[in-house]
């Protein structure tokens, strides 16, 4: 089955700067990316996401890039604030026949913007 | 418009019980999945559901099963509860097939067995 890799596990910057997270995939079938947000006692929060056709995509301050050769895609937030600190997954989505398809996540990756 | 639901918020049960976790999809959304999020980890899939069938199962064991209802809200039941199966419970529901592959998340059910 698909097997996702998140690194860093921790990742502390300063505010204002840029924090990147990378994430590799194992199934060449998987077509869809999606990145959460998931702050202290709440579910995760879809904040981007990209699609195997796509080569990047843009929302504001947070960018996601893919690599479909590599099976590698990152998430790229500038200009951080202290209110981006949250646990960020990374995901991808897996068809199963008739199914919508699953979600396979990473390990996570806990961001820290120090004021 | 009212996103993804959860109930309860917190559930304590003792090893061997049973527990019945619900979940109400966001408007306009027709699929449901089941994940478990053990503590420092990501979510792991339970399985899915889509008109009122289960469609895909992960790795769980059968004592994890479902519901999908006519109005599309779902339940998870857990049977002869192991202490290993505290986790936070996330439902996730998802759009109409075509329309996108978005999955949204709910709140969760942070259940523990002592």
């Known amino acids: 089955g698909e097997n996702v890799e998140q690194h860093p596990s921790t990742l502390s910057v300063q505010e204002g700067d840029s924090a990147v997270i990378k994430c590799t995939y194992s199934d060449s079938a998987s077509n869809y990316f999606p990145w959460y947000k998931q702050e202290l006692g709440k579910g995760p929060q879809l904040i981007i996401d990209i699609r195997s056709n796509v080569g990047e995509k843009k929302d504001q301050r947070i960018a996601v890039t893919l690599n479909k050769t590599a099976k590698h895609f990152s998430l790229h937030i500038t200009e951080t604030q202290p209110e981006d600190s949250a646990v960020y997954f990374c995901a991808a989505k897996t068809d199963g026949g008739t199914s919508y398809g699953k979600l396979t996540f990473g390990q996570g990756t806990i961001l820290t913007v120090h004021p | 418009d009212a996103g993804v639901t959860q109930s309860p918020t917190h559930l304590i049960k003792t090893r061997g019980q049973q527990v019945t976790l619900r979940c109400s999809p966001k408007?306009?959304?027709?699929?449901v999945s089941w994940y478990q999020q053990a503590l420092g980890q990501g979510p792991q899939f339970i399985f899915q559901y889509y008109e009122e069938e289960e469609r895909q199962r992960g790795n769980f064991p059968d004592r994890f099963s479902g519901h999908q209802f006519p109005n599309y809200s779902s339940e998870l039941n857990v049977n002869a509860l192991l202490l290993g199966d505290s986790a936070l419970y996330l439902c996730?529901?998802?759009?109409?097939?075509?329309?996108?592959?978005?999955?949204?998340f709910g709140p969760g059910t942070r259940l523990t067995v002592t």
């Open positions: 996730a529901s998802s759009p109409p097939r075509g329309s996108s592959y978005e999955q949204y």
């Open positions: 408007s306009g959304h027709d699929t």
